[in-house]
């Protein structure tokens, strides 16, 4: 079977990801410099799949590293995950995301070239779409990208993005699928893998957990006077195991050129129907103060998720409510 490589593979998809590649029968490489993760997910991988993925802790920005593991590794395609996404540290620290995201990516690619691979699929962002109007279906794949995008963070995605285009038009050889997440939330079932960023997280579901753990006394909610009908910012948060499999679905187009998918439920939730979800799943109270809104924070954003599922025959499947379940049962396992 296929062989891939999974840089970020011990961070949150990453890890997810791997198990679901696992599961299908791929033998899978993981490429992670651990910045934000644990190399114990490893073992957890081990655990959940009876599998365990040979671990390459190497720092993007280290290319002969990077050219190592390629030569070595004789990989079909590569899923790339690694990069540094939190949105508020970016605005403050833009030249280490910049090269992180974008310098990191380029020594990949480079790499790959070197060794012949002509596969990616790329963890990209809603964020791409900026703040554009989303109309009432959501957003589609068809969309402008890369105008009244907020932050340096998205600002990469969106670069990555257009980087992939360029090869594809350079090389009509060279396959990119550009995968555009929503909000991934939730924890595998397991409960032996889940979201657990080191230092301090920017996310809601994170943030949460914080609070449910009496880390923090309570959650911010970040504004309630938005045009929504609870006044909270409305997302689209999508299961990470479903997340997971998108990518399953994704491997599934190997032909050159670029596609574009959004992965999503094409279902919105407020901030309070969150913290609505969490308290019934947890079966406790979570306290909770309404502050001013977040700068850069849009109304809503939701995906159209019509496209994956005619071309990838991908649907998310799972519900907030599973998320819930799933998160507190990884929360249990800490
Ligand atoms: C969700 C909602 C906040 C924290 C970002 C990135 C996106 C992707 C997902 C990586 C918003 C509200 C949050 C809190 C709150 N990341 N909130 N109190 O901003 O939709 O998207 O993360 O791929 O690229 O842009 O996600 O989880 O930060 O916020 O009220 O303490 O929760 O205002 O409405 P966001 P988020």
Redesign the pocket.
Known sequence: MDKILITGGTGYIGSHTAVELINAGYEVEILDNLANSKASVIDRIFEITGVRPVFHQVDLLDSSAVLKVFKEGSFSSVIHFAGL?A?AESVEKPLLYYENNVGGTLNLLKAMYETGVSRIVFSS???VYGDIPIGGHGFTEDMPTGRGITNP??RT?YMIEEILKDICISDPTFSATILR?F??IGAHPSGLIGEDPNGIP????P?VMRVARKEMPE?????NDYETPDG??I?DYIHIVDLAKGHLAALSHAEPGVAIYNLGTGRGTS?LEMVAAFEKASGESLPYRTMPR?AG?LPI?FADVSKAFSELGFKATLSVDDAMRDTLKFLRNQ
């Open positions: 996404k949105v962002s809603a964020t963070y998205g995605k997440y909000n991934p920017n996310n809601l579901m943030l959650l911010s909610v970040f504004g909270t910012c997302r901030v977040r924070d954003v």
